[in-house]
């Protein structure tokens, strides 16, 4: 019975080896998905101008504060192992990973195209014609080449940095000594910068003010997603911003123990941190054809996350209590599911909530009503991901735990938040 009850009921349960204030992090990262997909996929709300519109629509950094958290958590277990034992257990690492994150998506992608799919093409052929696409999905290039899966992309780029960076690892740091892996870190993070800057001022540029030629239904929105928003190379900075962090919390010490101990120092930062993200997140509008906006805006938002990811460890702080109410444990722990499946819950309700039955017309709504509205249709899909997670994850869960150990073990990060 006990085993049962774990079974159901353990996603609801603390794990004292969590750090509470990311399961926060998380949680407000979903929900600012749900707003921002919920926003640019109703063609009766107003996206032309304003304030309000800019904070909508950069609710799109919640991919980039789950890729900083994904670089943080993944890679701290892995430089620490790589210095305690000089090398890596790669087979050990692939199969936790593997038993984490393939079963649910695979299990999503056999229900994408065997009922998403067909249901969809009753009313547009296309997707029935474009099916064939799940290949990519499948292979998780999507982030190169448009799969089924709309936010296929980001679950793409994430897989290829669980393949390629354990291995990067191998390759480079036992070469360097302390200071020459973090100016490998650095190095290497810069690289997606340079690239994009290149390709803004060589092609987006170009196209924006009219002297490209583009070929029909083209935009430099269009090659602004295409060229650096999903491809790997164009957006992997946002992910090592985490490593750094990760390699700076356990290698310089003594840097976050000074944060840590001097008030001024910290609440500076971490006011610089919140602030950062409020004004960029309101007067930064992502498609605008700027520097500010398509070449520099995923390091801003990633960096400014990352403080606040840090800061918000001090345990006893505001933001620490805030950010570690106990409700927010399943709801990071059901993000993964919620991910998923958010669209396919997503566009039913829209027909429901905003098609008038009789007319068939979207109904107009206010740039104000997209947040409680996403704010209830996120608990809708969190309830639903509650039965997709006891199904094609928890099983795998508990695998992973028994022949693999828990992914990450937590005590010398906790051990320093509350210094």
């Not at 407000?28 to 997909?37: C, D, G, K, R, S």
């Not at 709300?45 to 994904?70: A, E, K, P, Y």
């Not at 354990?166 to 100016?183: A, D, Q, S, Y």
């Not at 007319?359 to 969190?382: C, D, H, N, R």
């Amino acid at each position: 019975m006990q085993n049962w009850k774990e079974y159901f009921f353990g996603v609801f349960h603390t794990d004292p080896r969590e750090i509470a204030s990311l399961n926060g992090i998380r949680s407000v990262a979903i929900f600012m998905l749900f707003y921002v997909h919920l926003f640019r996929f109703l063609p009766n709300v107003d996206r032309s101008h304003g304030l309000l519109r800019n904070f909508l629509d950069n609710g799109s950094q919640s991919i980039d504060m789950f890729f900083v958290l994904s670089g943080f958590l993944i890679s701290g277990p892995l430089m620490r192992q790589l210095d305690r034992k000089g090398t890596l257990d790669l087979k050990n690492f692939y199969l936790k990973r593997s038993l984490r994150i393939f079963p649910p998506y695979f299990i999503f992608c056999a229900i994408q195209y065997f009922i998403f799919i067909p249901r969809a093409a009753e009313w547009n052929p296309e997707y029935a014609e474009n099916s064939w696409r799940i290949i990519f999905d499948l292979l998780y290039v999507s982030n190169y080449f448009h799969g089924t899966i709309f936010h296929g992309w980001s679950l793409s780029l994430e897989e290829q940095f669980y393949l390629l960076f354990p291995v990067l690892l191998l390759l480079v740091f036992p070469r360097l000594g302390k200071k020459g892996r973090l100016g490998f870190l650095f190095v290497f993070t810069a690289i997606p910068l340079v690239f994009r800057s290149a390709y803004f001022w060589q092609v987006i540029l170009p196209a924006a003010s009219g002297a490209e030629t583009l070929p029909a239904g083209t935009t430099p929105v269009d090659l602004y997603n295409k060229g650096i928003y999903y491809p790997f190379h164009g957006h992997y900075d946002s992910i090592f911003i985490g490593i750094i962090l990760a390699y700076i919390y356990d290698n310089y010490r003594y840097l976050v123990d000074r944060l840590f101990s001097s008030k001024l120092l910290f609440y500076s930062v971490q006011t610089f941190a919140w602030a950062g993200i409020a004004l960029y997140s309101v007067f930064v509008f992502e498609f605008e054809p700027a520097v500010y906006s398509m070449v520099i805006r995923f390091p801003v938002f990633s960096t400014l996350w990352a403080l606040v990811m840090l800061t918000s460890m001090k345990e006893g702080t505001f933001v620490n209590r805030m950010l570690s109410f106990k409700i927010y444990s399943p709801i990071a722990k059901l993000s993964y599911c919620a991910y998923l499946i958010h669209i396919a819950i997503m566009t039913p309700l829209f027909r429901k909530w905003f098609v008038d039955a009789q007319t068939k017309q979207y109904i107009p709504v206010e740039q104000w009503e997209v947040l409680p509205y996403s704010v209830a249709m996120g608990f809708i899909i969190l309830f639903v991901a509650y039965f997709f997670h006891l199904v094609a994850e928890r099983p795998f869960m508990i695998l992973k735990e028994k022949y693999a150990g828990k992914q990450i073990s937590f005590d010398k990060v906790k051990s320093a938040s509350a210094s």
